[in-house]
């Protein structure tokens, strides 16, 4: 039997692979110490879990309208209005199974065969698969580390064609932290409006930025540039909901309605019972947010700053998401046990096999000579890992 060339495709997610020999390692009782995670280790907050019991309680467990329940969508408009000052309404809003729906939906619904849609690297792993399934073309644009891998205007300019439909923005960026610049977006949304493409603003991470950042979202620069994003966010990160599984996207009403139907047919609509949960997160303050932030922060700072006393090794301190991305090219090319360490892959395995610790390597993002530690794990957790590292790190370079 043929399957289809589309799936053979579909590279699987790396950062899912590493993290399922960590588990396996655990479940055979090592002690393995895993950067891995790209989830809130945190619970779901109190109030929102209340609310899943009494949907359930009260019966709501019926079918939804596809696109998600009116009130969901009217409210995920008013909080998005007032965290932004936009003017979006409930016919702008499609509720999702996460924002991977949504992104999935974008894309399917704005691309046609050999479309090319531009991406910032390092990229999110599931960009580029996404766009192969529209059977878009991706099209990377390199960011550079001393840049603290802010937007390069010249060469993003450079990649746009005239096949460009779309550009992702990924701001906060997983996996770098990266906070882009008001003025680099407002010159991106320029070149889309110049150049008439679409921008997809996975905002995912908009609310977990540090040092008293403030994010700003293309969507506020004005009605035309509104009308052309796709706006992505979701309940995963800010209210650690990642097994909920709830997403949005704010559009345009045309495209909202076509991403409705394709997603009616392709999965219905998103659970009843985590859309009644989401109507009572969004309508209440989270009190449990300002602690669980700042604990992100204090982890952020004690991990850039370890960081940076290992040998080898080297990060700055990024402005949002939970990630830090840190450079290996002082270890790169350094034997260790027989093998040449000439990769963040080779670098990861290693690791892992001699020290019981799971980072995600960088080459799966296009960030070759870098490796991704979440800091969605505890300080205990976080010391004892970096302290593996250190020492990995002093046995590479002691020639082990
Ligand atoms: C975690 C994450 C998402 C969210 O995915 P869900 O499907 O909502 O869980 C989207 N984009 C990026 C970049 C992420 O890291």
Redesign the pocket.
Known sequence: MQYSKKCANIQSSVTLAIDAKAKAMRAAGADVVGFGA??PDFATPHYIVEAAIDALKDGKTKYTAAAGMPLLREAVADFTNKNLGTAYRGENVVIS???????FNALQALCNPGDEVLLFSPY?V?YPELIKMADAVPVFVPTKAEERFAPDLDAFERAISGKTKAVIL?DP??PTGAVFPESALRKIADLAEKHDFAIIA?E??DALVYDGAVHFSVTQINDAIRERTVL?N????AYAM?GW???YSLSCPALAKRMASLQSHATGNPNTIAQVATLAALTHENPEFPSMLAEFDRRRRYMVETVNTIPGLSAFLPSG?FYVMVSIQGLIGKRCHGRTIDSSLTFAELLLDETKTAVVPGAPFGAEGYIRLSYATDIANIQKGLARIRQFAEGVLSSC
């Open positions: 790209g989830e199974n996460g924002a991977k729906q949504a992104l999110w599931s990924n960026c997983n996975d995912i991470y992505i979701g309940m995963s990160k990642t599984r709830m997403g998401a």
